[in-house]
């Protein structure tokens, strides 16, 4: 099976970078994509392909790839970037869709 | 603006099925595929499968085929998803979302759906 591993937890400083990674074999051939989530709401797109930020979403998100890890970084942290963040991939055919275990970004 | 909204929270009992819409605005259906994930408390995402409503073709995830049917309604702009056989283990919020040139762009607010005795 697939699988997409996160760290549980991240917590930073207003202001500070929060770095979010995303690990998993697949993640060398197939594109990745990063969701916020916040309490009681609708996962919300921020990076897809890697590193393309949809219209709408900052520019202090953005992505990265290194070998078989994805990175969400966020840059300038504020209050209001505390969520659960989500990576999400695809199975090697490409059909079948997966989801990381989350990383709750705390700004303390 | 393009906006997709789900039907309300639904309380279900084990062995029922329920069927969630999910009312597309701002695009037409048939230009985009469709696809349906849950979540259930304290979890994250996990994807259900996916639905092209030009030709009403879907493709499930192993684990819901032969108990989830995926469909769609171009007539007034919705997609319809319905579980069977319900279980407590599917108390989830069961969401749309869509798949275009950039996938999962847009989603459903979410629709409750609590499976108690």
């Known amino acids: 099976s697939y699988e997409l591993r996160q760290s549980p937890s991240v917590s930073v400083s207003p202001g500070q970078t929060a770095t979010i990674s995303c690990s998993g074999d697949?993640?060398?051939?197939?594109?990745a994509s990063w969701f916020q989530q916040k309490t009681g709401q609708a996962p919300v797109l921020v990076i897809y392909?890697?590193?393309e930020r949809p219209s709408g979403i900052p520019e202090r998100f953005s992505g990265s790839i290194s070998g078989t890890t994805v990175t969400l970084t966020i840059s300038g942290v504020q209050a209001d970037d505390e969520a659960d963040y989500y990576c999400?991939?695809?199975?090697?055919?490409?059909?079948?869709?997966?989801f990381g275990g989350g990383t709750k970004l705390t700004v303390l | 603006q393009v906006q997709l909204v789900q039907s309300g929270a639904e309380m279900k009992k084990p062995g029922a099925s329920v069927k969630i819409s999910c009312k597309a605005s701002?695009?037409?259906?048939?230009?985009?595929?469709m696809h349906w994930v849950r979540q259930a408390p304290g979890q994250g995402p996990e994807w259900m499968g996916i639905?092209?409503?030009?030709?009403?073709?879907?493709s499930y995830a192993e684990k819901f085929r032969g108990r989830v049917t995926m469909s769609g309604d171009t007539s007034t702009n919705t997609a319809f998803m319905e579980l069977r056989s319900l279980k407590t283990e599917d108390t989830a919020v069961y969401y749309c979302?869509?798949?275009?040139?950039?996938?999962?762009?847009?989603w459903g607010q979410g629709t409750l759906v609590t499976v108690s005795s």
């Open positions: 701002g695009y037409s259906l048939t230009n985009y595929y």
């Open positions: 639905i092209n409503l030009g030709d009403n073709i879907a």
């Open positions: 979302t869509r798949d275009g040139p950039i996938k999962f762009d847009r």
């Open positions: 392909k890697e590193t």
């Open positions: 697949v993640l060398s051939r197939r594109s």
């Open positions: 999400q991939s695809t199975d090697n055919s490409g059909a079948s869709f997966i």
